[in-house]
């Protein structure tokens, strides 16, 4: 079992965490920028089931309007337009992250610092990249959603393979570092289409003042960042990780992880992208839009404690009930795909 050995000279009546922990945590995520209960929003959360009752939620997306338009004296009835909606259905479980502080009286001796406030701290710290990881999770399955017009394997899209594991072997450490080129044939892939059942991804709607900017988001690890800072003319030329100076007030658009922007895309860098190990290590990359995953709650953050042993141990917990999904939607006719990702693979070789 493991435990915290040392502790801090703090009463043992240990004072309880503000009802707002829930904030306090969401406040810190990597991913809070992203996170709406809008369907314009990359992250779309739903809090439904924290005051019903039930342990699953249908997140709802309404799909681009067909048909409609009548022009000059043609008749309107029976050239109606129409337009699909679907679901996606995110099951809600018990999320538990605990910590357990032991001999409290010799260690209050041993000790002058706050060691039981430095645990809950540790506590909450690591639940929020509980969070987090449960978002990049999600996002980052290939089992589910997978065509051709959402995946991009290094700089060609002829490195495309229908087996997943075989397509990343393509993917070699002199032609597929991350560039700004991979950008621009991802966020093709996103606006027009191919093998994607001819449906566009939406970009993210960013409020500037009383008007909204679009733009898509690529999300990058520390190493493929590294290589195009490094090595791709067209980013080092115009000097594109200055961030743009429209709304730069947004904290979209603030951040060390935020690196400027090219061609209508937002570029984010991130540690905690997921390393997949082939003919060399690869990151599986995002270029995100509206509604590429959705996470629901059926209970908030909820801190707890729990003392043993006569006072002499305690046990910290946050728990919450939730869910993270990515969203794929299968059209009629057409196949499984992700509605609102590309996922980039790039060269992601250690220095």
Request: proline residues 2%; glycine residues 10%; contains cysteine.
């Amino acid at each position: 079992m493991s435990y915290v050995e040392i502790l801090t000279g703090h009463d043992l009546t240990v004072e309880q965490w503000n009802s707002d922990i829930f904030e306090d945590i969401a406040g810190h995520l990597w991913w809070k920028n992203l996170i709406g209960d809008g369907n314009t929003n990359v992250i779309i959360a739903n809090e439904d089931l924290t005051t019903k009752p039930g342990d699953a939620v249908t997140f709802g997306l309404m799909g681009r309007m067909s048909g409609g338009l009548v022009t000059g004296n043609a008749t309107g009835i029976g050239n109606e337009g129409t337009v699909s909606f679907y679901g996606q259905r995110v099951t809600v479980n018990n999320v538990r992250r605990l910590i357990k502080v032991t001999d409290i009286p010799m260690s209050e001796k041993r000790t002058n610092f706050g060691l039981l406030k430095k645990a809950r701290q540790a506590l909450e710290s690591k639940f929020q990249e509980d969070i987090d990881d449960a978002i990049t999770t999600a996002l980052s399955v290939t089992s589910t959603g997978r065509v051709r017009g959402r995946y991009l394997y290094g700089a060609a899209d002829s490195n495309w393979n229908a087996t997943h594991s075989t397509a990343l072997t393509a993917v070699d450490n002199t032609s597929d570092q991350l560039t700004t080129n991979m950008l621009r044939i991802a966020k093709r892939k996103a606006t027009i289409p191919v093998n994607a059942d001819g449906i566009k991804m939406r970009p993210m709607k960013v409020v500037n003042g009383k008007n909204y900017e679009d733009w898509f988001i690529s999300v990058n690890h520390p190493y493929c960042t590294r290589d195009m800072f490094d090595s791709d003319a067209a980013w080092k030329n115009a000097q594109l990780n200055i961030p743009p100076q429209a709304n730069r007030d947004s904290p979209i658009f603030s951040g060390s992880s935020f690196k400027g922007a090219y061609d209508g895309i937002l570029i984010y860098e991130y540690d905690r992208i997921n390393l997949v190990s082939s003919t060399i290590q690869v990151a599986h990359n995002f270029l995100l839009g509206a509604g590429a995953c959705g996470i629901a709650w059926g209970q908030r953050s909820k801190f707890g404690e729990e003392e043993s042993d006569i006072g002499h141990a305690v046990s910290y917990e946050l728990h919450e009930i939730r869910g993270v999904n990515k969203f794929v939607f299968t059209r009629t006719g057409g196949s499984a795909m992700d509605e609102g990702v590309v996922s980039v693979f790039a060269a992601a070789v250690a220095d």
